[in-house]
């Protein structure tokens, strides 16, 4: 009778503690619905200590390894994750570059005012050809925003011609007198930046009809050199942004239209980035989920206009913005990254894998040592964030076929407010391996997850964990390996059914084959 009683009272523990959630995948791919890799974008902004101590420590340092000034032990960890693009120099900061004065001998290069990011004097000795060589070190492809506020038509010209004509020009001679033969054939190109604010307060009338001149002198009749160039897009929920550029710019000369979204708190009192409470995770996870919503309404807009689908949307900065770490100048946005960052980036990854056939593009904000990074450094010290994991374990889905996976989840709830748990996304590799990427954003209730699958018979399933005790929990310089993936034995494969026992606080990458 005890024994009944307590193995009565141990069901009823292990239900409360993991809640009950199913799912289906469909494992038939289409081939004509690839997940971007481009979706796995970086940002890199002059803005604190991103490029300055952050990707560049200058020639002469001896202190850190480096090539060309790069930090070595930073680009040997961005090449693991495989970054596809990197955008730079903005941001903010791109409406008021001048790149002609980030070129040439460095001791000559004229010194600025960083104006919109703690009135720093920048000495423009991290330039194009800086950045240029720096992606190649990398091997991603760059994202060059064109200052469209402060600059000129004839400006933005100057500088396509600089880094992509091959023959004899005004401005190729200029690089070739700068060290660099060869063109490096930059493809993407921003036209602007968030215009409707840091960008010029333009309405988006006005700014439809400037990109439009912009557009027209970067790429000349045809678009020859298949400049890919991508509007200043809304800022969050500003649905009426994306209609006017919809609408009143062809779309021959569009090749996406950007996005902006931040999980946000509350502008005024974003909340701290370590010691926060779970009404403020809680409220941070609703923030990043609102971007199912957003890209659902502008999707909508954009398949008014184009229903095939021609104009991507560029998700070009998104992720987590609290306050400052205390003590830090407040203009250089560096703040602490948690499981609670890892939270966001499973969440977002898994919408724009869902959403991939309008979403093509897409950049964190931003790499190193800016907002939701996913490295850290302090001088020779560098660490991997949780974020940073993140997109390492997501990287299986970089160019890999799209597979519908639809989730039935249980709420994360507080208060009378809820939240869907449970969010995934699956794809199949070029190699024949399918990946399903599962997050479980309640902090205190694991969850178990039937998958029924369609479509496939799989041999055998493993994967790979991010987890932690604690929402607060982080790496730190003394303890870089606090949190890091470990291996996955939750999962288990029967027929056509996937059961998965996901922790609290969880992010599962799963390997079917
Ligand atoms: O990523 C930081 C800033 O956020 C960017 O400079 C700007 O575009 C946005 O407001």
């Not at 460095?106 to 720093?120: L, Q, S």
Request: some cysteine; overall charge neutral; hydrophobic content about 35%.
């Amino acid at each position: 009778m005890k024994k009944r009683l307590l193995s009565f009272l141990f069901f009823f523990a292990s239900l409360s503690a993991y809640a009950q959630n199913t799912a289906t995948l469909s494992a038939q791919t289409n081939p004509e619905r690839v997940i971007s890799r481009h979706i796995y974008g970086h940002f890199a902004e002059h803005l604190g200590r991103s490029i300055y101590g952050g990707f560049y420590v200058g020639e002469d340092n001896k202190k850190i390894p480096n090539t060309a000034g790069v930090r070595n032990d930073v680009v040997e960890a961005l090449k693991r994750l495989k970054v596809p693009n990197l955008r730079w120099p903005g941001g903010c900061f791109a409406d008021t570059y001048h790149w002609k004065d980030g070129i040439g001998p460095k001791e000559n290069r004229p010194t600025i005012v960083n104006t919109w990011w703690g009135g720093v004097t920048e000495n423009n000795s991290f330039g194009t050809h800086d950045f240029l060589n720096m992606c190649e070190l990398l091997g991603t492809e760059p994202y060059l925003a064109g200052n469209m506020a402060s600059g000129t038509v004839q400006e933005l010209m100057d500088w396509v011609q600089y880094v992509n004509f091959e023959g004899e020009s005004p401005m190729s001679k200029l690089r070739k007198e700068n060290g660099r033969e060869k063109p490096w054939n930059v493809k993407f190109w921003g036209v602007g930046n968030e215009a409707w604010g840091c960008g010029g307060n333009m309405t988006p009338d006005y700014y439809a009809n400037e990109y439009r001149k912009y557009a027209t002198f970067m790429a000349g009749w045809t678009n020859e050199n298949n400049l890919f160039r991508i509007a200043s897009g809304a800022n969050s929920a500003d649905y009426n942004w994306t209609e006017v550029l919809m609408k009143n710019i062809p779309h021959n000369m569009l090749g996406g239209v950007a996005l902006h979204h931040y999980a946000v708190i509350d502008w005024n009192k974003k909340g701290p980035s370590k010691d926060f409470t779970e009404q403020h995770y809680f409220a941070t996870m609703k923030s990043a989920l609102f971007m199912e919503e957003l890209v659902n309404k502008h999707t909508a807009i954009m398949d008014k206009y184009d229903p095939k689908k021609t104009v991507a949307l560029v998700v070009d900065e998104w992720g987590g913005w609290y306050e400052v770490d205390p003590g830090t100048n407040p203009g250089f946005l560096y703040q602490q990254n948690t499981m609670r960052d890892a939270m966001i980036a499973g969440v977002t990854l898994n919408i724009f894998n869902n959403h991939s056939d309008r979403i093509r593009m897409a950049n964190l904000a931003q790499a190193i040592n800016v907002l939701q990074a996913v490295i850290l450094t302090d001088e020779e010290k560098m660490l991997l964030t949780p974020t940073y994991h993140v997109m390492e374990m997501y990287n299986v889905h970089q160019d890999a076929f799209y597979l519908p996976l639809t989730v039935k989840s249980a709420d994360y709830t507080m208060g009378n407010d809820k939240l869907p748990a449970v969010s995934g996304s699956a794809s199949k590799d070029k190699n024949g391996a399918t990946h399903i990427t599962l997050v479980n954003i309640d902090p205190k209730k694991g969850q178990d997850i039937t998958v029924s699958i369609d479509g496939a018979k799989f041999k055998s399933v493993n994967g790979r964990v991010l987890t932690s005790k604690n929402i607060q929990d982080h790496n730190t310089f003394d303890k870089p390996d606090n949190i890091k993936p470990a291996n996955f034995k939750g999962a288990n494969l029967k027929g056509n059914n996937l059961t998965v026992k996901l922790p609290a606080c969880s992010v599962v990458v799963l390997e079917l084959k």
